[in-house]
């Protein structure tokens, strides 16, 4: 099993920027699609963002597309999401997700089978 650890949370306002970062630990990890989901208090997991792993597409929800990207360091190996004109609604627990395959799996939280503990971001004037 593949274990990720997230950084880069934080607290800041509206029209600001943040990077969050993804890096693997545990079992001899190489190079996975990787996506990212997020958490708001009272709501269910939903799909951010992701990318493949064999032709780097990206993928991205309609509430974040034009104002987050996904991007992957191979030689690092970590996965990052530079968000920009962030917005109150952007609030969440961040996580990283892998199911240790090279394809995009899709936008489904069961697609994934390795999870981050997930990292705050709090946008707030």
């Known amino acids: 099993q593949v274990h990720l650890a997230e950084s880069g949370g934080g607290l800041v306002q509206p029209g600001d920027s943040l990077s969050l970062s993804c890096v693997p630990s545990g079992r001899t990890f190489t190079n996975f699609a990787m996506a990212w989901f997020r958490q708001a208090p009272g709501k269910e997991r939903e799909f951010v963002a992701a990318?493949?792993?064999?032709?780097?597409?990206?993928y991205y929800s309609d509430s974040v597309k034009g104002r987050f990207t996904i991007s992957k360091d191979n030689a690092q190996k970590t996965t990052y999401l530079q968000m920009n004109n962030l917005k109150p609604e952007d609030t969440a627990v961040y996580y990283c997700?892998?199911?240790?395959?090279?394809?995009?799996?899709?936008?489904?939280?069961?697609?994934?089978?390795?999870w981050g503990q997930g990292t705050q971001v709090t946008v707030s004037s």
């Open positions: 990318i493949s792993a064999t032709s780097g597409r990206t």
């Open positions: 997700a892998t199911d240790g395959q090279l394809h995009y799996p899709g936008d489904s939280v069961g697609a994934y089978g390795s």
